[in-house]
């Protein structure tokens, strides 16, 4: 059984920083795309980042390029995001995803979501 599990949400002030993780477990992960999205308060989720776990290939939204940055460690089978000068516009439940190949708009596994709020 497939399972993801974020943790590091928190209340930050704009300008902070958080790190979130995602611990991956119940398969292997290496022909997987593992990527974070986020759903603000009566918004659709959106994509944030992924990442191409066998050649470590990056992609990311264009509203955190240059702010965030995805990250994993493979032999822990652990998921990062660095998210750096934060914006109250970044406030949002963050999920954690996996999907086979590519990463699509509804991914294959989903985490529970961690809470991020940033105060201006």
């Known amino acids: 059984q497939v399972q993801l599990v974020e943790s590091g949400g928190g209340l930050v002030q704009a300008g902070g920083s958080l790190r979130l993780s995602c611990v991956a477990s119940?398969?292997?992960?290496?022909?997987?795309?593992m990527g974070w999205f986020r759903q603000a308060p009566g918004k659709e989720r959106e994509f944030v980042a992924a990442?191409?776990?066998?050649?470590?290939?990056?992609v990311y939204a264009d509203s955190v390029k240059g702010r965030f940055t995805i990250s994993t460690d493979y032999a822990n089978n652990m998921l990062y995001l660095q998210m750096n000068s934060l914006k109250p516009e970044d406030t949002a439940v963050y999920y954690c995803?996996?999907?086979?190949?590519?990463?699509?708009?509804?991914?294959?596994?989903w985490g529970q979501g961690t809470q991020v709020t940033v105060s201006s």
């Open positions: 995803a996996a999907d086979e190949i590519r990463m699509s708009t509804t991914p294959q596994y």
């Open positions: 990442i191409r776990w066998s050649s470590g290939g990056t």
């Open positions: 119940g398969r292997t992960f290496s022909r997987y795309v």
